[in-house]
Protein backbone atom coordinates (compact mmCIF):
# COMPACT_ATOMS: atom_id res chain seq x y z
CA UNK A 1 0.00 0.00 0.00
CA UNK A 2 1.19 3.76 -0.77
CA UNK A 3 2.27 5.59 2.37
CA UNK A 4 2.65 9.46 2.04
CA UNK A 5 4.57 10.57 5.22
CA UNK A 6 4.92 14.29 6.53
CA UNK A 7 7.65 14.26 9.23
CA UNK A 8 7.11 17.57 10.52
CA UNK A 9 3.83 18.51 12.20
CA UNK A 10 4.45 22.21 12.81
CA UNK A 11 6.60 24.85 11.49
CA UNK A 12 6.85 28.59 12.07
CA UNK A 13 8.09 31.39 9.93
CA UNK A 14 8.50 35.11 9.59
CA UNK A 15 6.66 36.41 7.22
CA UNK A 16 8.59 37.47 4.24
CA UNK A 17 10.93 34.22 4.43
CA UNK A 18 10.82 31.11 2.72
CA UNK A 19 9.97 27.85 4.34
CA UNK A 20 10.08 24.19 3.31
CA UNK A 21 7.53 21.22 3.91
CA UNK A 22 9.00 18.08 3.73
CA UNK A 23 7.02 14.79 2.08
CA UNK A 24 8.48 11.53 1.40
CA UNK A 25 5.89 8.59 -0.08
CA UNK A 26 6.43 5.19 -0.55
CA UNK A 27 5.56 3.27 -3.97
CA UNK A 28 6.87 0.64 -6.56
CA UNK A 29 5.08 2.64 -8.99
CA UNK A 30 6.82 4.50 -11.96
CA UNK A 31 3.33 6.77 -13.01
CA UNK A 32 1.73 8.65 -10.18
CA UNK A 33 0.72 11.93 -9.46
CA UNK A 34 1.23 13.74 -6.40
CA UNK A 35 -0.38 16.67 -4.66
CA UNK A 36 0.14 19.60 -1.98
CA UNK A 37 -3.47 20.90 -0.70
CA UNK A 38 -3.73 23.62 1.84
CA UNK A 39 -6.36 23.90 4.27
CA UNK A 40 -6.74 27.00 5.80
CA UNK A 41 -9.01 27.84 8.92
CA UNK A 42 -11.92 27.74 6.99
CA UNK A 43 -11.41 24.04 6.75
CA UNK A 44 -11.57 24.36 2.74
CA UNK A 45 -8.85 22.16 1.04
CA UNK A 46 -7.27 24.36 -1.68
CA UNK A 47 -4.91 22.90 -4.29
CA UNK A 48 -1.90 23.56 -4.16
CA UNK A 49 0.82 22.72 -6.76
CA UNK A 50 0.26 19.00 -8.61
CA UNK A 51 3.27 17.20 -9.92
CA UNK A 52 3.19 14.17 -12.67
CA UNK A 53 5.71 12.12 -11.67
CA UNK A 54 6.73 11.01 -15.53
CA UNK A 55 7.75 15.28 -15.58
CA UNK A 56 11.03 15.64 -14.69
CA UNK A 57 10.59 19.64 -13.90
CA UNK A 58 9.48 20.66 -11.25
CA UNK A 59 6.00 22.17 -10.73
CA UNK A 60 5.70 25.85 -10.04
CA UNK A 61 2.70 27.90 -8.85
CA UNK A 62 3.86 31.85 -8.03
CA UNK A 63 5.36 31.33 -5.04
CA UNK A 64 4.66 27.84 -4.27
CA UNK A 65 7.18 25.81 -6.26
CA UNK A 66 8.34 21.22 -5.36
CA UNK A 67 11.71 19.84 -4.83
CA UNK A 68 10.63 16.60 -6.59
CA UNK A 69 13.15 13.71 -6.49
CA UNK A 70 11.74 10.49 -7.76
CA UNK A 71 14.85 8.32 -7.09
CA UNK A 72 14.60 9.11 -3.28
CA UNK A 73 10.70 9.42 -3.24
CA UNK A 74 10.45 12.71 -1.83
CA UNK A 75 8.28 16.02 -2.56
CA UNK A 76 8.76 18.49 -0.50
CA UNK A 77 7.20 22.13 -0.71
CA UNK A 78 8.80 25.60 -1.01
CA UNK A 79 7.13 28.33 0.26
CA UNK A 80 8.88 31.74 -0.96
CA UNK A 81 7.90 35.46 0.22
CA UNK A 82 5.76 33.68 3.00
CA UNK A 83 2.78 35.67 3.66
CA UNK A 84 0.26 35.70 6.94
CA UNK A 85 -2.90 33.98 4.65
CA UNK A 86 -0.48 31.09 4.14
CA UNK A 87 -0.81 29.91 7.37
CA UNK A 88 -2.87 26.64 7.10
CA UNK A 89 -2.15 22.50 7.73
CA UNK A 90 -0.66 21.72 4.35
CA UNK A 91 -1.12 18.24 3.26
CA UNK A 92 1.03 16.33 0.81
CA UNK A 93 -1.38 13.65 -1.22
CA UNK A 94 -0.11 10.80 -3.51
CA UNK A 95 -2.17 9.25 -6.09
CA UNK A 96 -1.78 6.14 -9.24
CA UNK A 97 -4.15 6.81 -11.81
CA UNK A 98 -7.56 5.91 -11.29
CA UNK A 99 -6.99 5.46 -6.96
CA UNK A 100 -7.83 6.90 -4.30
CA UNK A 101 -5.92 9.90 -3.22
CA UNK A 102 -3.19 9.25 0.05
CA UNK A 103 -2.60 11.55 2.48
CA UNK A 104 -0.02 12.35 4.60
CA UNK A 105 -0.78 13.98 8.13
CA UNK A 106 -0.31 17.02 7.74
CA UNK A 107 2.10 19.89 8.10
CA UNK A 108 0.44 23.40 10.39
CA UNK A 109 1.92 25.86 8.99
CA UNK A 110 2.14 29.44 11.00
CA UNK A 111 3.05 32.42 9.57
CA UNK A 112 4.25 35.18 12.07
CA UNK A 113 4.23 38.90 11.31
CA UNK B 1 -19.37 28.31 -10.63
CA UNK B 2 -18.31 25.03 -10.70
CA UNK B 3 -18.66 23.65 -7.00
CA UNK B 4 -19.21 20.91 -5.17
CA UNK B 5 -21.79 21.34 -2.45
CA UNK B 6 -22.02 19.13 0.87
CA UNK B 7 -24.63 19.55 3.07
CA UNK B 8 -25.27 20.32 6.30
CA UNK B 9 -21.84 22.16 7.01
CA UNK B 10 -22.65 21.17 10.95
CA UNK B 11 -24.62 18.60 12.56
CA UNK B 12 -25.08 17.45 16.00
CA UNK B 13 -26.76 13.89 16.16
CA UNK B 14 -26.84 11.23 18.74
CA UNK B 15 -26.36 7.63 18.38
CA UNK B 16 -28.07 5.71 16.61
CA UNK B 17 -29.94 7.95 14.86
CA UNK B 18 -29.65 7.57 10.64
CA UNK B 19 -28.32 10.57 9.13
CA UNK B 20 -27.23 11.75 5.31
CA UNK B 21 -24.59 13.55 4.15
CA UNK B 22 -25.73 14.85 0.77
CA UNK B 23 -22.96 15.87 -1.87
CA UNK B 24 -23.35 17.39 -5.66
CA UNK B 25 -21.53 18.30 -7.95
CA UNK B 26 -21.79 20.94 -11.24
CA UNK B 27 -19.13 20.05 -13.10
CA UNK B 28 -20.39 16.91 -14.87
CA UNK B 29 -16.95 14.60 -12.93
CA UNK B 30 -17.32 11.11 -13.48
CA UNK B 31 -15.26 9.99 -9.94
CA UNK B 32 -16.47 11.35 -6.61
CA UNK B 33 -15.11 10.19 -3.08
CA UNK B 34 -16.02 10.52 0.69
CA UNK B 35 -13.53 11.36 3.09
CA UNK B 36 -12.90 11.85 6.90
CA UNK B 37 -10.34 14.18 8.29
CA UNK B 38 -9.51 13.59 12.13
CA UNK B 39 -6.80 15.24 14.15
CA UNK B 40 -3.37 13.72 13.55
CA UNK B 41 -4.53 10.81 10.60
CA UNK B 42 -4.94 13.46 7.79
CA UNK B 43 -7.93 12.49 5.00
CA UNK B 44 -8.84 9.18 5.10
CA UNK B 45 -10.99 7.70 2.29
CA UNK B 46 -14.40 6.18 3.08
CA UNK B 47 -15.93 5.38 -0.49
CA UNK B 48 -15.17 5.99 -4.06
CA UNK B 49 -17.24 5.79 -7.11
CA UNK B 50 -15.66 6.02 -10.78
CA UNK B 51 -18.97 6.41 -12.28
CA UNK B 52 -22.51 5.71 -11.86
CA UNK B 53 -22.23 1.95 -12.08
CA UNK B 54 -18.61 1.55 -9.74
CA UNK B 55 -18.70 2.22 -6.31
CA UNK B 56 -15.62 0.87 -4.09
CA UNK B 57 -15.17 1.09 -0.53
CA UNK B 58 -11.95 3.44 0.95
CA UNK B 59 -10.03 2.80 3.81
CA UNK B 60 -12.29 3.22 6.49
CA UNK B 61 -15.79 1.93 5.55
CA UNK B 62 -17.73 0.43 8.47
CA UNK B 63 -20.36 2.08 9.74
CA UNK B 64 -21.09 4.17 5.97
CA UNK B 65 -22.95 3.36 3.17
CA UNK B 66 -23.20 5.25 -0.26
CA UNK B 67 -25.28 5.82 -3.36
CA UNK B 68 -24.40 6.84 -6.55
CA UNK B 69 -28.00 7.06 -8.50
CA UNK B 70 -27.32 9.79 -10.77
CA UNK B 71 -23.51 11.46 -11.95
CA UNK B 72 -24.00 14.47 -10.16
CA UNK B 73 -24.98 12.99 -6.56
CA UNK B 74 -22.86 11.34 -3.84
CA UNK B 75 -24.54 10.85 -0.35
CA UNK B 76 -22.99 9.48 2.51
CA UNK B 77 -25.41 7.63 4.79
CA UNK B 78 -24.95 6.92 8.42
CA UNK B 79 -27.72 4.03 9.24
CA UNK B 80 -26.57 4.04 12.84
CA UNK B 81 -24.03 6.67 13.80
CA UNK B 82 -21.35 6.12 16.59
CA UNK B 83 -19.57 8.66 18.65
CA UNK B 84 -16.24 7.13 16.85
CA UNK B 85 -18.07 8.75 13.64
CA UNK B 86 -17.55 12.09 15.03
CA UNK B 87 -15.12 13.74 12.07
CA UNK B 88 -14.76 16.51 9.63
CA UNK B 89 -16.39 14.61 6.33
CA UNK B 90 -15.13 15.96 2.87
CA UNK B 91 -17.13 14.72 -0.13
CA UNK B 92 -14.75 15.59 -3.68
CA UNK B 93 -15.46 14.99 -7.27
CA UNK B 94 -13.03 15.07 -10.60
CA UNK B 95 -13.20 14.58 -13.80
CA UNK B 96 -11.49 11.18 -14.28
CA UNK B 97 -10.36 10.12 -10.70
CA UNK B 98 -6.44 11.13 -11.33
CA UNK B 99 -6.22 14.78 -12.30
CA UNK B 100 -7.03 17.39 -9.12
CA UNK B 101 -10.05 16.64 -6.85
CA UNK B 102 -12.26 19.66 -6.39
CA UNK B 103 -13.51 19.36 -2.34
CA UNK B 104 -16.76 20.45 -1.06
CA UNK B 105 -16.26 22.75 1.84
CA UNK B 106 -16.62 20.42 4.46
CA UNK B 107 -19.24 18.67 7.21
CA UNK B 108 -18.40 18.69 10.76
CA UNK B 109 -20.21 15.79 12.47
CA UNK B 110 -20.68 15.49 16.21
CA UNK B 111 -22.48 12.16 17.07
CA UNK B 112 -23.02 12.30 21.59
Known amino acids: AQTVTQSQPEMSVQEAETVTLSCTYD???????LFWYKQPPSRQMILVIRQEAYKQQNATENRFSVNFQKAAKSFSLKISDSQLGDTAMYFC??????????FGKGTKLTVNP | EAQVTQNPRYLITVTGKKLTVTCSQN?????MSWYRQDPGLGLRQIYYSMNVEVTDKGDVPEGYKVSRKEKRNFPLILESPSPNQTSLYFCASSPDGHVQLFFGSGTQLSVL
Open chain 2, 27 to 31: MNHEY
Open chain 1, 93 to 102: AFMRRSEKLV
Open chain 1, 27 to 33: TSESNYY
